[in-house]
């Protein structure tokens, strides 16, 4: 009987160390993943902190000052951002949701399988290409037979890093449509052509759209692709073809610079990115919520 | 007739997508050739040994780019060996041990926003912050108070890859079958030795695909690395020296390399990194891919 007694008791034992054993674990994980997330808060606090104290009216309105002396903003910047993001945009967009359109229609064909499953790889490779291998090849393409940098070549460097994650995008939107709303397009005599536009594409759109704009969060930040294609413009410039200045590229001049007036103003364009990118990533998670397939 | 300019306005919007989605292989391709012939030049001159030596002269224009391939991929190890522990966590966290508890989407929230920092923000930040403490932290444990340099770089690049190979292992844990999972808790088993008995063996060819995404990354990051690398055209000799990786001699010397060798050089640093991005990206996804079935 004592024996039985000294077996419950040990097994009791056992089963409250694995238990102990497994709650030590989850702490430890979740301890960890908090531990991870200390530099994020010491970036962005940083960002936060520094950039709010240049947050004037200069900053904004204001071109590069001449080293040493204070004052001055980054407008050319922002407005180069804006304007070689419109343009890369404008490129982007149709040719990218037209491959996405190609690769979801014909991803369920027999003969068409290898074919797609190799242009989807390259997108994921064109993805994946570093930033500053797209800003060499964009400098051969556009900017050698051009002559110079221009804003029209740092739109092709950010248009070719879109691409793939529009395409990848808007093929996944595309999945989410049930099979009865384009059969019942077709059944109504539509052609190819009209069931895409009228049918698909107005149902697609709120997810396209939200594929877009985190696109253009990823890209907003590159200064990499723009280091060698629009290069940089101490002036306010909205000439296509001529160099441009971009709030990344900007700051990374300003941080690797030994003035300290011009790091200054690195931390109020610093803070300007980041909270242009995180704007556009809640505008996007609204749009997606707004319009999600009810 | 109708039906005829009905057909004709078919087949060519269907041959235009076709174009548009060809665009992307072709795309690709000619990002290859262009690295192919920019190099052409130097290969001639220096061949084989240019993968090899580390010498990396202007001067008598001899270019070895051993130095770089050894910074890219010492970082990236070094990286993957720091982040991997954390993205772990972070996985088992949000993905299985807390999952649906408002801290579990606390952290995979903040964890998104943590890649949706720019990299150049994330180096500015580096020299402002990490660099001075690295120096003390040098000057601490009797090395040269060097501030910028090897284990800088791979700190700041470890903390990038961390969101994306957690997300990454959060999609492979999700695909373990719930049947699996629950029988185990029958048993009487714990939410650790569910993890390690039947989540890992599951997952871990996905892991090591994880791991080879991840590794892409981390060799093409740019920026921050740039800015926190110490830009010296040697070997590391210690830790935390200072040295060069393949994207940071791109950025650094591109845009005024002094002669055409220089700069088919640098053009053949920009193949390799587009081979190894090209070769990492199709492994992990194809090992990925043969775990979702």
Not at chain 2, 205 to 231: D, H, K, P, Q, Y
Request: aromatic share 14%.
């Amino acid at each position: 009987m004592q024996d039985l007694e000294d077996t419950k008791l040990n097994d009791e034992k056992e089963i409250q160390r694995r238990i102990r054993k497994s709650r030590l674990f989850s702490r430890i994980m979740i301890v960890m993943s908090l531990v991870t997330l200390i530099p994020l808060f010491a970036i962005v606090g940083q960002v936060f902190f520094n950039g709010i104290l240049r947050l004037n009216w200069e900053l904004f309105t204001e071109l590069q000052p001449p080293p040493g002396r204070s004052g001055g903003g980054v407008l050319n910047a922002i407005m180069g951002s804006f304007m070689i993001l419109l343009l890369a945009l404008v490129m982007a967009v149709p040719i990218a949701i037209l491959a996405g359109i190609f690769i979801a229609e014909f991803k369920s064909g027999k003969k068409s399988k290898f074919l797609i499953g190799f242009i989807y790889s390259c997108c994921n490779v064109l993805q994946s290409m570093p930033a500053i291998v797209i800003g060499v090849v964009a400098y051969t393409w556009v900017v050698r037979p051009m002559g110079g940098f221009s804003m029209f070549s740092g739109s092709v460097a950010l248009c070719l890093m879109m691409l793939p994650y529009i395409v990848i995008n808007t093929v996944e939107i595309m999945a989410l449509i049930p099979h009865v709303v384009k059969e019942a397009g077709y059944a109504l005599g539509g052609t190819f052509y009209k069931v895409v536009f009228r049918i698909i594409l107005p149902i697609a759109f709120p997810g396209i759209l939200n594929g877009i704009f985190l696109s253009l969060g990823r890209v907003l930040g590159e200064a990499a692709p723009l280091l060698f294609t629009a290069f940089g413009n101490p002036y306010l410039s909205f000439d296509i073809v001529e160099p441009v200045a971009s709030l990344p590229v900007v700051i990374f001049q300003f941080s690797i610079s030994p003035y300290q007036t011009w790091k200054d103003i690195g931390w109020g364009a610093s803070f300007i990115l980041l909270f242009g990118i995180i704007l556009v990533n809640i505008i996007s998670k609204k749009f997606s919520k707004r319009f999600s397939p009810h | 007739m109708n039906a005829l300019r009905r057909e004709k306005k078919e087949r060519f919007f269907k041959t235009f997508i076709l174009i548009c989605a060809f665009c992307i292989p072709i795309i690709l391709v000619l990002i290859f050739l262009t690295l192919l012939e920019g190099f052409s030049d130097a290969f001639e001159k220096i061949g084989y040994r240019f993968f090899i030596s580390g010498d990396w002269d202007p001067v008598k224009e001899n270019f070895g780019s051993g130095v770089f391939l050894f910074g890219t991929f010492a970082t990236t190890f070094v990286a993957l060996i720091l982040a991997l522990p954390f993205s772990m966590a972070i996985s088992f966290t949000v993905g299985e041990l807390f999952r649906g508890t408002r801290i579990a989407n606390f952290i995979a929230g903040a964890v998104e926003i943590i890649s949706a920092v720019p990299s150049v923000i994330i180096g500015f930040w580096g020299i402002a912050v990490l660099v001075p403490l690295m120096i003390e932290l040098q000057n601490f444990l009797g090395y040269t108070p060097y501030g910028t340099g090897f284990f800088t770089a791979s700190l700041v690049l470890a903390f990038m890859i961390i969101p994306f190979s957690a997300s990454l292992g959060r999609e492979v844990i999700m695909l373990v079958p719930r049947e699996y999972k629950e029988a185990a808790f029958s048993l009487g088993a714990t939410r650790f030795e569910v993890i390690r008995k039947v989540i890992l063996p599951y997952v871990s060819s996905g892991i090591v695909g994880g791991f080879f995404l991840a590794a892409g990354r981390a060799i093409g990051e740019t920026m921050a690395v740039t800015m926190l690398i110490g830009n010296v055209n040697y070997l590391p000799g210690n830790l935390f020296a200072p040295t060069n990786t393949m994207s940071s001699i791109i950025v650094n010397e591109f845009a005024e390399a002094t002669g055409a060798i220089h700069i088919s050089s640098l053009y053949g640093v920009g193949l390799v990194l587009f081979i190894f991005t090209v070769i990492t990206t199709v492994i992990g996804k194809w090992i990925i891919k043969k775990l979702t079935f």
